[in-house]
């Protein structure tokens, strides 16, 4: 089974930015999309956004604007910049990973992003 690390969070001030990796003990090249997830405190998990094996990507209309996903197959790596953070940003973000048949959702352990003064 593919593990997915994610790094890169931490705390951030009011407007300013961030780049979260999340990076696969094996090829990624297989996975139909990967993408990011966030959990705030007493919130239902959301989609962040994600990206098709083609390279397209697809955010949820409340998540345009501020936030890019983007992967590089060759360094098995899949990141999501973020800018202008609000307070309402903060939140466990996850890595997701989906292949069709056997493998499924694979998912990372989850970096925290706190968006503070």
């Known amino acids: 089974q593919v593990q997915l690390v994610e790094s890169g969070g931490g705390l951030v001030q009011p407007g300013g930015s961030l780049r979260l990796s999340c990076t696969a003990s094996?090829?990624?090249?297989?996975?139909?999309?990967m993408g990011w997830y966030r959990q705030a405190p007493g919130k239902q998990p959301e989609l962040v956004g994600r990206?098709?094996?083609?390279?397209?990507?697809y955010y949820p209309e409340s998540m345009e604007g501020r936030f890019t996903i983007s992967r590089d197959n060759a360094k098995n790596t899949v990141y999501l910049q973020m800018s202008s953070l609000k307070s309402e940003d903060t939140a466990v973000y996850y890595c997701?990973?989906?292949?069709?048949?056997?493998?499924?959702?694979?998912w990372g352990q989850g970096t925290q992003v706190t968006v503070s003064s």
């Open positions: 094996a090829s990624i090249f297989s996975f139909t999309h």
């Open positions: 990206i098709f094996k083609t390279g397209s990507p």
């Open positions: 997701n990973a989906f292949e069709f048949g056997a493998t499924g959702d694979v």
